[in-house]
């Protein structure tokens, strides 16, 4: 099968894992200039790079519908800079996985495919969409929803070690984003991690820096520009998670559910290409 994903940061990439592990083709899409966090863990850096890798999974940038029906056939992952996912008219998934967890539905609409999953709130099952998976931590991370809606965002990141929103890294001021650390580093509490605009951005708890936007990044005020994960050298930045593949759990079932798990071997005839 064929599944299209909107959106290719942390959790979207825990989903095109999960799916491509289970023999699944997925292309996916992005912002031009993607503003992913955990940049380690996310194939949207496939598209500010030329290619990215995660987990073993190589995905390459890909200019438009065509050439990501070549890439998957080469074994690869497409991310094409389409925001507003015009490639799904061209490439007739079998799914389409909004992932864009902008809390909010931009337009994806129930139809667009044979199977229409949303992630996160901001959608309801039987409407626009045939299923929601959770991504509120707690006991419902990643369950499916084939009516109703997924928990409304409380806007608290999860807890991990006794922290949730100290451990959001947010721009003092607006401006260009530029970095001191590194992904991976262990920073001190109130280090300066980066500058915007001649401010410092400080950590407010010690630990791993987990992620950060790419330096020369265009931030606003306040905007989150990266996270310290207080487990510290424990931490791991190389692997998508826990969440990211909880929720992509639930899409994978939620995609067999719907679809039944047949193909119509689309990807190697039936004029695909």
Known sequence: MLVVIKGAGDIASGIALRLVRARFAVVMTELPQPTAIRRTVCFSEAVRLGEAEVEGIRAVRACDAFQAKKCLLR???????????????????DALVDAILAK??????????????AVGPGFTAGEDCDAVVETARGHCLGRVYYHGSAKPNDGVPGVINGYTLERVLRAPAAGTLRARREI???????EAVAEVAGEPLRAAISGMLRGMLPDGTPVTAGMKCGDV??????????????????????????VLHLLGGESDGRLKGDGFL
Do not use: H, Q, W, Y
């Not at 389409?82 to 490639?87: G, M, R, T, V, Y």
């Not at 909010?104 to 999953?117: K, L, Q, S, W």
């Not at 791991?236 to 639930?250: M, P, Q, R, T, Y």
């Open 184 to 190: 991976g580093e262990l920073v001190e509490a109130g």
């Open 75 to 93: 074994g690869m992952l497409p991310v094409l800079a389409d925001p507003e996912a015009l490639c799904v008219r061209a490439l007739k998934p």
């Open 229 to 254: 994960d207080p487990r510290g050298a424990a931490a791991s930045f190389s692997l998508v998670s826990d969440k990211a593949l909880a929720v992509g759990g639930g899409v994978l079932e939620a």
């Open 104 to 117: 909010r539905n931009t337009g994806t609409r129930r139809g667009d495919a044979p199977a229409v999953i």
